[in-house]
């Protein structure tokens, strides 16, 4: 017969494989929500701009208005040099983007065209009319909550401002009165 010791063991190592299971199933079922909406919101991106790839995030953050040069538009997106030059040879091409004298003179600073604010603001609406559908099913206390929990996950995310940036390189910044991860544009490298 086993002795209360073992039985405490036993509940232990039972309570600790449930908890694992358990965080697991939470960590897949986050994992399969989080792809389902950066398709729907690639889907929506391609169909308002005609581009995929990081067209869409780079319109969005040259549209916060700072005058990024080419170099911290491809650090945000995570692009090679060659790969940003082209993106915004194309952006300029198609009207959405001019090439300003940066702040030191020494870089050229990327704005919108009247073009590219309107391409810019169909794409956020589109983004959150297509992110609005998946939230549905909730009530508004658990909308609520749901908003609660997401701020406290971001917020325990990204420590640099260039990370900061990457993460919100699609987020319609007037929505977030309380961001929990404000990115500051301006200084990422």
Known sequence: ???????????????AHITMAMSDRTANLLGA???AVADRIGEAARQTLNHA????AALVVIG???????????RI???????????????????LVERRE?????AIALHLTAAGHTLREALLQERLA????????????????????LHKLLAALPASDLERCTLCRLCDDR??????????FRSAP
């Open 33 to 35: 929500l989080g792809l």
């Open 175 to 184: 929505v977030c009165s309380d961001c929990p991860i404000p990115a500051d």
């Open 64 to 74: 916060y208005g700072l005058g990024p040069s080419n170099d911290q538009l491809r």
């Open 53 to 56: 790839g990081e067209t869409p």
């Open 130 to 149: 297509t992110i609005r559908p998946v939230l549905a099913p909730l009530c508004a206390e658990e909308e609520e909550t749901l908003a609660a929990l």
């Open 1 to 15: 017969m086993c002795g209360p010791h073992v039985l405490v063991k036993l509940i232990f190592v039972l309570n």
């Open 102 to 106: 940066g702040r030191d003179r020494r």
């Open 77 to 95: 997106l995570g692009l090679s040099h060659p790969g940003s030059v082209r993106l915004v040879d194309r952006l300029v091409a198609d009207g």
